[in-house]
């Protein structure tokens, strides 16, 4: 296999039993190139939150493995940032110390560690709310601060786990821009690598050394504006039914989501979950 | 309940105080826990202590209980007076104080880092629950001969009754205040690449804090008991011991005058780990 090949995730006939003989997830296979954007959707009960906590080491495989640039994944890591679908914060740390969580954990000296809090809070617009502790937060406020502090390690891959499901329609639309400007801005170098550009130190030189995200959300439009590859999750046995790509065109925005080739894309996705979920239910009543 | 209390209502009220027509009032529910302003607070903690402080004053002086029983208010102000200027009551009660800062920082010292095992690492559990389980039934007093034919009747023997009537509470309830950690928060971390230490330390022990001061603060207060108990029986010094010199020769006004020092250095105590855990714990609210 060629490096180019490795890179990136790879998923291969990942299975989970929680009891004996009942799959949740069943021979997943999954290719995620390095940079990409992935967005997850499946029903209720189908097993996406176990798919990432697999991803990001939390729990263990029942069979099959989980590849990140070919090293196969034993366990948590900061390669690998994790934001779940209730933000959990350190309630005892104010904004910018649950930021510099990971990267005190790294071992980041302490200029390059508020420097880069500093820049992170910004980029996520909380730059004013930097002392603030977490509980004093809105919704939207702590999930903005949770995406921060996995990104701040420089995580390879992003794990997004129905992050924006709790907020108002307005706060969601809000954060998908902000998600995806956040992906355009926030590199995976090293943070080690010397900064470059004053204006934005940490963007990534290169395309391919965007953050990977790999989000999961019920709602099919996030999914079609957010993602460029759309994944299906069928239920019980968990397995990805059908692999979408996007063809949008790029930068996203918000009017994007009025077009006819938007609309469509939307219906056809749509469509396919809806197939899904009924013969779920077909099977399930027999 | 809300349905019982509205229909209730309807039936209750007079004829004609309400037409018939008219739907009854939405049952009114208030939240269980109430608040009250600090001003009425603070009234309240003054009738807390006044209160009974006037009880006892009116008892006494009205003549109604013998003084050799109860002394008056003002008699016990003597004889306590009396007390701290012969230099008897200081000395006592830093023997005491002395004995508690011994025996219940040694109870700390050794049941917060136990409690943190228990709390955190799956073989602590098991292997320290049962034992503590049966022994913190053991009531400690009851280990005071023992103590005194192991140890003698010094200073050993009486820190050592502290420790045991408090270490193994102690220790549950730091493993409980350690367990009440939220698993996603060790899940955070370890995504976020903080090494089992390094969760332990920053991220169980702060939010634990609180809980592991407020089970301090809780267990004080049985080392205070366990310390006069250990002077009682076998003492030469100590606050205990005066009360039963005091008793022998029915001075009950110096044994009342030692009770209320007991009372408020207890409370001194109360509150000073109160305002530590109100400074850690600020995050909390
Ligand atoms: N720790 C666990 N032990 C036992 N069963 C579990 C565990 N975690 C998840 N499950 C089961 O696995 C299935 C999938 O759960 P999962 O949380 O992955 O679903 P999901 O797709 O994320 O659903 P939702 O959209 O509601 O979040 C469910 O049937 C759930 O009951
Ligand atoms: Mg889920």
Known sequence: MTSAAMAGLRIESLSKEFTAGRPVL?????????????????????????????????????????????????????????????????????????????????????????????????EVGLGHLATALPGRLSGGQQQRVSIARALACSPRVLLLDEPFGALDVQTKEDMQ??????????????????????????????????????????????????????????????????????????????????????????????????????AHQARTAL | MVIMQSTSETTIAPPGARPAATAPPPARVKLLTTSVSSRTAWLLRALSILGPLAAWWALSAGGVVDPTFLPSPSAVWTAGVTMAQSGDLPSDLL??????????????????????????????????????????????????????????????????????????????????????????????????????????????????????????????AAAWNFVVVAELVAATSGLGYRITRAQRFLQTDRIFAILVVIGLIGLTIDIALRLLRSRVGRWTR
């Open chain 1, 26 to 122: 069943q021979d997943v296979d999954l290719a995620v190139a390095p940079g990409e954007f992935v967005c997850v959707v499946g029903a209720s009960g189908s097993g996406k939150s176990t798919l990432l906590c697999l991803i990001a080491g939390l729990s263990r495989p029942t069979a099959g493995r989980v590849l990140l640039d070919g090293h196969e994944v034993a366990g948590p890591g900061p390669d690998r940032g994790m934001v779940f679908q209730t933000a959990s914060l350190f309630p005892w740390r104010n904004v910018a110390h649950n930021v510099a969580f990971g990267l005190e954990a790294l071992g980041v000296p302490r200029g390059r560690r508020q420097e880069r809090v500093r820049w992170l809070l910004d």
């Open chain 1, 177 to 278: 821009l902000f998600i995806r400007q956040v992906w355009q801005d926030v590199g995976t170098d090293p943070l080690t690598a010397p900064l470059t550009d004053p204006e934005a130190p940490h963007a990534p030189a290169d395309p391919a050394h965007r953050s990977t995200i790999v989000m999961v959300t019920h709602d099919v439009e996030e999914a079609v504006f957010l993602g460029q590859r759309v994944l299906v999750l069928s239920s019980d046995p968990g397995r990805i039914s059908q692999d979408i790509a996007v063809n949008l065109p790029e930068p996203r925005s918000l009017e994007m989501k009025r077009s006819p080739e938007f609309l469509e894309l939307k219906a056809t996705v749509e469509d396919l979950v809806r197939a899904e979920h009924r």
């Open chain 2, 95 to 220: 023997a005491s104080l002395g004995r508690i800062g011994a025996g219940f920082g040694l109870a700390v010292l050794i049941s917060v880092p136990v409690g943190f095992a228990m709390g955190t690492l799956g073989w602590a559990q098991p292997l320290f629950e049962p034992v503590i389980g049966i022994l913190r039934y053991l009531p400690a007093s009851a280990f005071i001969p023992l103590l005194i034919i192991w140890l003698g009747i010094g200073e050993p023997s009486k820190i050592a009754l502290l420790v045991l009537g408090v270490v193994f509470f102690n220790t549950l309830m730091t493993a409980d205040a350690v367990r009440q950690v939220p698993y996603r928060l060790l899940e955070v971390s370890a995504t976020l690449g903080a090494s089992r230490l390094r969760v332990a330390s920053r991220v169980v022990l702060p939010y634990a804090l609180p809980g592991i001061i407020d089970a301090m603060r809780v267990n004080a």
